[in-house]
C-alpha cells in the first residue's frame, strides 16, 4: 500500500520535470554565464603571468596550467637513474610523478592571483567572525591562537600505543622517540656525556582553558597518556629528563600568561626560568662543576610582534583581528657589552629546535640574544655551545651534529652534558630516525666547494632538489632548499669542477624565492661560497636536505 502511493506521488512530479519548459535565449545566456565563470581564472591567471614574464619575474611564457616540463624532466631523472631492474625503475617512476603531481598542485595554488586577491578576505570573515581558522591553525577563546598538530597532540592517543606507532611507521621510517633518545643516549655515554632530554610542553598542554570552555585555569599541564611511560622509561637508563610542569603551574597560579597569544612559542619569562631551573638542576646533580663568575649581564628590551600563527591564517594587511602583541625580553650580554655568542668548545652543548631559537633568531621576530641557550649560559655562569635549528626537533639537530663530526668538526670534544630540547609534539608527530655519530671524518667524494672566504660563480645542471614547504603552511617564514648540481663549469667552460651541493634560500618572509622555479634538468648559473662561510648565521633557518648526506655543502646565490 506504501510502495503503491508513493508511486503514485512520484508519477506527477516526474510529469512536471519531464514537461519543464527553457526558452533558447534563457538557455543560452545561463550557458554563456556558467563558460564565463569556468574560464575567468584561467585566462585571468593565463594574463598575469604573461605580464609577470615580460616584466622578468617569470623565467617562461608557458602558463603555468599547461607546463608539464617538470613532470617530464623529473620523471626520465627518475627513470634513468633507478638502476637496470624495470620493476625498481617503475617504483621510482611512480614515485617521483607523486612527488611533482604534488609540487604542481601546490605551486598552482601559492601563485593563483584569484587566491591571492580572495583568500585574505575571506579568511577575515572565517577567523574574525565565525572563530574558523584554517587547516593549520585553530582560533581559540580571548584572541588566542593554536596549532593544530599541538591541539592533535595534547588531544589524541598515546604516542607509545601500538595503534599509533603503527599508524605513524606508514609516514616515517622510525616513529618511537624511546629508541632513538637510548640510541643517543649510549652513544655519548661512550664519550663520558651526560644525555639531559628537555621536552617543552605545547601552547594547549599549558593553557587549555584558552581553547575550550571545559577546562578551568590553573588545571594541570595536559600530557599525552604515554608521556608517563616515557618519563619513567628514559630515567631507568639514566637519561635525565627536565620537565618543567612546576614552574609554568607557578607562574599560572600567579596569574602569569605562559605562551604568547597569537604564536606557537612560549613567553620570554618562561624561557627565563626554564633556564634558570635547568642550571639548578644541573648544578644540584653534580653534572658540572662550579664555575667562576662569568660577568654575563642582562639588558632589557621591548619587542613588539605579530605571532607566527596569527601569519599562517593569511589575513589582509591591516585586519586588525588578531593585533601585535609586546613583550619585555632580557638580552644577554658579555661582560664587555657585546651581545652573548655560543662558544664551541664550551662543557654544554643545547640541540634545540625553534623553543631555543625564539628570542634569540631575529628572524623569528621576537628579537636576538635572549634565547634559551643564551639564558642557560647566564644562569649556569660559563659559556655554551649550541646547535638549533626551527622544525624537525626530532632529527635535525642530531643530523647536524651528525654532519659537522662527519666534516671532521667534532662538537662533542671536551663536551660533558648534552641538552635535548624539542617540542613535546614531536614525540607523537616526529620522525626519530637513528643517527650514528662518526668517530673519523668521511670523505666529501668528488663534491666542489670554494675555499673559505671566496665567491665562486659556476654554471651546472640540477640533478636533484629538495621539498620547499608551501608559504603559510609551516610556522616559520624563512626557509632554505639544497640543490644538486652536476657538470659544474666556470662560464667559461675550460674547467670541470664535478658535482656541487648548494644550498639557497626557498622562502623569504612566506614569499617564495626566485630560486624556487630551479626544477630538475635545468641548467643556471649561481655563485657559490662554502657553507662554513655563512652556517653561523643560517644553520638556525629552517631547511630541507637532500637524499644522501652532504659532506661539502655550499651557499648559493642566483645571479640577478
Known sequence: MCASLLSTSKEPAAAEVARTIVSRPCAFAVTVVAAALILAVPVSQTIWEGREYRAGRRDTAIPQAIDARRFVAGSAAAWTGSGPSFTRRLSALNRRLKTEIQRYEDDLEDRSIVSRFLLPPSQQILSGLLGAGNEKVYCGRDGWLFYRQSIDYAMG???????HRARRAEEVAQPNPLKALLHFHTQLRTRGIQLVVMPVPVKPAAHPEKFSRGFHPGGEILHDPSFDEFHRELEQ??????????LLNRMRHSGHETYLRTDTHWRPEVVEEAARTLASYLRNRGVLPESEESGYTHAAAEIINTGDLAAMLQL?????????????IRRVMTPDGVPWQPVRDSQVLVLGDSYANIYSLEALGWGETAGFAAQLSYYLRRPVDCILRNDSGSFATREMLRDEMARGHDRLAG???????????????????????????EAAGDLFCPPPGSLVTVTGTV????????????????????????????????????RAAVYLWSMRDNALTRATRIRLGHTITVRLRPWSDVSDTLDAVNRSE???????????ELPE
Open 415 to 441: 663536551k660533558r652534558v648534552v641538552v635535548y630540547q624539542f617540542s613535546a609534539r614531536e614525540l607523537a608527530f616526529g620522525d626519530w630516525k637513528l643517527i650514528d655519530l662518526p668517530l673519523v671524518p
Open 463 to 498: 640533478e636533484a632538489v629538495s621539498d620547499v614547504p608551501r608559504p603559510f603552511s609551516v610556522p616559520y617564514r624563512d626557509h632554505i632548499f639544497a640543490v644538486q648540481l652536476t657538470g659544474l663549469q666556470m662560464p667559461d667552460g675550460n674547467e670541470s669542477l664535478g
Open 157 to 163: 592517543p598515546g604516542f607509545l600505543s601500538p595503534r
Open 316 to 328: 589582509p594587511a591591516q585586519h586588525g583581528v588578531y593585533p601585535a602583541q609586546a613583550v619585555q
Open 546 to 556: 637532500l637524499d644522501e648526506l652532504v659532506l661539502a655543502p655550499c651557499w648559493g
Open 237 to 246: 637508563a639514566g637519561i635525565h629528563v627536565m620537565v618543567i610542569d612546576s
